[in-house]
């Protein structure tokens, strides 16, 4: 099983800035898995926001492009996304994913607000 926690939410105004950590644990090579970013806004269904590869090839959803930066740090076992220029439709629950085990972490709430 795999397990992931993500922190790092919060509320901040348009154009500000905020990093959001994912850890895994449980019975996982981290390493060779790829790790994604989904987020869910009210009333909406759940997106795909990024991804990165066990080799560190990463995409975007478009209108993130520029914007967010998903790295990992593999001996710490921790996906990351950095998000910058931040705009109120960017308001969501942020959840981190595993495709290969399809684990979920809890969600954590991003709010885009002046």
């Known amino acids: 099983q795999v397990q992931l926690v993500e922190s790092g939410g919060g509320l901040v105004q348009p154009g500000g800035s905020l990093r959001l950590s994912c850890a895994a644990s449980?019975?996982?090579?981290?390493?060779?898995?790829?790790m994604a970013w989904y987020r869910q806004a009210p009333g909406k269904e759940r997106e795909w926001v990024a991804i990165?590869?066990?080799?560190?090839?990463?995409n975007y959803l478009d209108s993130v492009k520029g914007r967010f930066t998903i790295s990992r740090d593999n001996a710490k076992k921790m996906v990351y996304l950095q998000m910058n220029s931040l705009k109120p439709e960017d308001t969501a629950i942020y959840y981190c994913?595993?495709?290969?085990?399809?684990?979920w972490g809890q969600g954590t709430q991003v709010t885009v607000s002046s």
């Open positions: 449980g019975s996982i090579l981290f390493s060779i898995n790829a």
């Open positions: 994913n595993c495709p290969r085990s399809g684990a």
């Open positions: 990165i590869t066990g080799g560190g090839n990463t």
